[in-house]
């Protein structure tokens, strides 16, 4: 974790492809850092809910990520850097109810193609990338007071 | 009305959270896909859900819920139960069906935390 003079707050944090159990430590970690900043809470709602939704796509996708968390005046930017797959074809995986998710992922209550509709629509601004055979990269920005 | 009453009405069994039964609650969302309790739910609501894992654990604290029921007498695993005394956040456990458990809690005043999606794909 770094800090700068400017941000109000920044850090990254990893996570670990494959792993179920860990989805949405980073989440926790990142709602109880926004908390003591001072942020309001459904704010720091909206940041948990798409970090978590992006935490639940690296474990079930992935091999691993990087999520860097930067936390300025009026704004919250979470990105999350992945190694893996990436995804062939964003419109598809954009559009609700589309899932490529296996047994595993839906067990856990997941898996029915809402993640990426979801980090869309909690987020003030989203903008997602993707290689194929290298991997996908969010940046999710919420505004706030 | 006071978590303790939501107990009582659903014959539950305390699983964790025996020393916060004064919270209050007014509303309710129930859901076995976690992304559409993230879509919908809001925070202060009771969670109803037949998913047992430690993602309902993580999905409650993510948005704020009051409290977890868990229905048709499922049990949690003790990974869910160690994480849910981490985050402080009650499970309680029901016999009742999520259809029963939704109905008697509607009839003694808990409303649904949202009483119909705004539109056709659903979201906020």
């Given at each position: ?7 109000l707050?920044?850090g ?8 179920f159990n ?14 003591k900043?001072?942020i ?8 948990a809910?798409v970090s978590?939704e992006?935490?639940?796509n690296?474990v079930?996708y ?10 300025d ?11 893996g797959?990436g ?22 209550g997941?898996?029915a193609?809402?993640g990426?509709c ?10 997602i990338?993707?290689?194929v ?5 969010l940046k999710?920005?919420?505004q706030?007071? | 009305?006071?978590?303790?009453e939501v ?5 539950a ?5 025996d ?10 969302f129930?859901a ?8 919908f ?7 109803l859900t ?6 309902v654990?993580?999905?409650a604290n993510v948005?704020d ?5 868990l229905?048709?007498?499922k ?22 069906i999520?259809?029963?458990t939704a109905?008697?809690?509607y009839?003694?005043g808990i ?6 999606v705004?539109?056709?794909?659903g979201?906020?």
């Amino acid at each position: 974790m770094g800090e700068t003079n400017q941000n109000l707050y920044a850090g990254n944090f990893n996570i670990e492809g494959g792993n179920f159990n860990s989805a949405g430590i980073v989440s926790t970690s990142i709602k109880s850092i926004l908390k003591k900043l001072g942020i309001p809470g459904d704010i720091v709602r909206k940041a948990a809910i798409v970090s978590y939704e992006a935490e639940i796509n690296v474990v079930s996708y992935a091999k691993k990520a990087v999520v860097i968390l930067t936390v300025d005046p009026g704004i919250v930017n979470i990105e999350v850097i992945d190694e893996g797959p990436g995804i062939p074809n964003i419109d598809l995986a954009m559009q609700e109810g589309y899932s490529t998710a296996d047994q595993k992922i839906r067990e856990m209550g997941f898996g029915a193609g809402m993640g990426l509709c979801n980090i869309k629509n909690y987020s003030d601004a989203f903008r997602i990338t993707s290689e194929v055979g290298k991997g996908t990269h969010l940046k999710m920005t919420i505004q706030t007071p | 009305m006071k978590l303790r009453e939501v107990k009582d009405i659903l014959e539950a069994e305390v699983i964790v959270g025996d020393d916060i039964l004064d919270l209050e609650v007014k509303t309710a969302f129930g859901a076995d896909l976690m992304s559409d309790v993230l879509a919908f739910a809001k925070a202060g609501s009771l969670l109803l859900t037949g998913l047992t894992n430690t993602q309902v654990i993580r999905t409650a604290n993510v948005l704020d819920i009051a409290a977890i029921i868990l229905v048709r007498g499922k049990k949690p695993s003790s990974e869910t139960i160690a994480l849910a005394k981490e985050l402080k956040i009650p499970i309680l456990a029901t016999k009742y069906i999520l259809f029963e458990t939704a109905g008697r809690l509607y009839m003694k005043g808990i409303v649904g935390c949202l009483p119909k999606v705004e539109n056709t794909s659903g979201r906020n």
